[in-house]
Structures are given as structure tokens and as C-alpha cells.
């Protein structure tokens, strides 16, 4: 799996572990009472000379529901608790090492099922610490023999 996605799975994981009204899956809004998270465009924010990076996931987290206090409150306590923490998921290879608010959570309308549906974002912070592989050295042909001419 690529950093990007493991990055986002853990902060999935963290969001589950809260018990909110909704599991987060990632994707659109369906027709029910729905958590969910996607990347927004994102880049590296650093390149070092080992070639890993320090890149800033902009991550969306949308809601729906019918109660307006009800997805507010989870909405809320995603961006509280995730900023809070001071320690972030890691794997072999990668290291979350902020979550930060980039937008509060915010009412983005009503459906005709009367769901509310609001959004915010977060920017995720994660390091990468892979180990560069050298490039492999060019196979060469044996350079052949010159005659030096004796013996004629």
C-alpha cells in the first residue's frame, strides 16, 4: 500500500476508534447517515537530498444526518481529538507527525431527505523515511584482448 493511503487509513482508524455516529469510509456521500473521508490535491511540502519528503495530506471529511447537533458534535470532536494528540500512527516507512485544522467544520446544506450536510478538512502531516536503494551498476562487456603483434 502506498504511504499516502496508509497515512489516511490511520486516521481513519483514529476516527473509528471514537464511536461516532458512522463508521468514515472514504468516497462520496451516499443516501444515509454517512461519514466520509477523501485526499484533496496534495503535495510535498519538502524534498530532502535521501529523497524522502515531509508531505501535507489535505484531507476532506464530509457528514450526513438528519440531526444537525448530532454531525456537528462528531464533526467537531474528529477535528478536536486529531489536533490534540500527542502521538500520530506510524509505519516502516512513514510517520505522521501533525494533524492540524484547515477548515472548521461548516454547514454545507440540506437534502430533500432533510439530511444536513456539512464539511471540514485537515491537513495531515507525515514523513516519509524510506531507505533510498542504489541504482544498479551497468552491466559492461569485457573490453577484448588486444593482440600486441608478436609472433608473426
Request: glycine content about 6%; charged content about 25%; proline content about 7%.
Amino acid at each position: 500500500m502506498t504511504i499516502m493511503n496508509s497515512a489516511v487509513n490511520a486516521v481513519m482508524d483514529l476516527i473509528d476508534a471514537m464511536n461516532l455516529y458512522a463508521p468514515i469510509t472514504r468516497g462520496a456521500l451516499g443516501t444515509g447517515k454517512d461519514l466520509v473521508c477523501e485526499i484533496a490535491p496534495s503535495s510535498a511540502e519538502e524534498v530532502y537530498l535521501d529523497k524522502n519528503q515531509y508531505i501535507v495530506i489535505d484531507l476532506t471529511i464530509n457528514g450526513k444526518h438528519g440531526n444537525l447537533q448530532t454531525i456537528s458534535e462528531d464533526l467537531n470532536k474528529i477535528q478536536e481529538e486529531l489536533t490534540m494528540k500527542l502521538e500520530y500512527p506510524y509505519g516502516e516507512d512513514w510517520q505522521i507527525v501533525d494533524i492540524t485544522t484547515l477548515t472548521e467544520p461548516q454547514i454545507i446544506g440540506r437534502e430533500d431527505s432533510n439530511d444536513w450536510v456539512m464539511a471540514s478538512s485537515l491537513a495531515v502531516k507525515v514523513l516519509t523515511m524510506k531507505t533510498p536503494q542504489p541504482e544498479p551498476e551497468p552491466e559492461t562487456e569485457p573490453e577484448p584482448e588486444e593482440e600486441n603483434g608478436e609472433g608473426e
